[in-house]
């Protein structure tokens, strides 16, 4: 997992041959034209998804784990709060693995806690889980799904 400011995103485009890209995409979007869920960027080598949603608080918040993608996720308004363990320590699984959506949830609780306020990002790798919108309040983010081997998306 990775936590920063977005105008620090050029440090971390080496990591993956589409994190250039995904970065412009998250510095130059325009909101205006997006609609809540998916939006095309590259099909399903990368998309961008907007979400509008009120956060659930910590209690609420399960953790989730994807195969095919890496998550970038940007707060744009509200106050985000994110909970983390490594997916190889989830012994519990609420509901298996859904290809469709690449997602899997679990039972066990997150062992770290990130704020990831207005203009931050948050990389979550497939070994990452995460439990996303543990913040309270309305909260408008965009996540940026980039396929983990682009040559096979």
């Known amino acids: 997992m990775i936590l920063d400011h977005i105008e620090q995103a050029d440090r971390y485009i080496y ?10 995409v998250l510095r130059k979007i325009n909101l205006a034209v997006l609609k809540p869920g998916r939006n095309e960027i590259d099909g399903d080598r990368m998309f961008v998804m907007l979400d509008l949603k009120t956060g659930k608080g910590r209690n609420e918040a399960r953790l989730e784990s994807h195969r095919k993608y ?56 497939p070994e990452d889980a995460h439990a996303p919108l543990a913040g309270t309040g309305a909260l408008q ?13």
């Not at 996540?143 to 040559?151: E, G, L, Q, R, T």
Request: glycine share 4%; hydrophobic share 50%; proline share 9%.
């Open 15 to 24: 990591l993956h041959p589409l994190f250039a890209r995904a970065f412009d």
């Open 70 to 125: 890496i998550d970038i996720q940007l707060t744009v308004s509200g106050e985000e709060e994110i909970g983390w363990r490594r997916m190889g320590q989830c012994m519990e699984i609420s509901e298996p693995f859904k290809p469709d959506n690449d997602i899997q949830f679990y039972a066990d609780a997150p062992v770290a806690w990130v704020a990831v306020p207005p203009k931050h990002f948050a990389i979550f790798w």
């Open 141 to 153: 983010k965009l996540i940026v799904k980039v396929a983990v081997n682009p040559s096979k998306a």
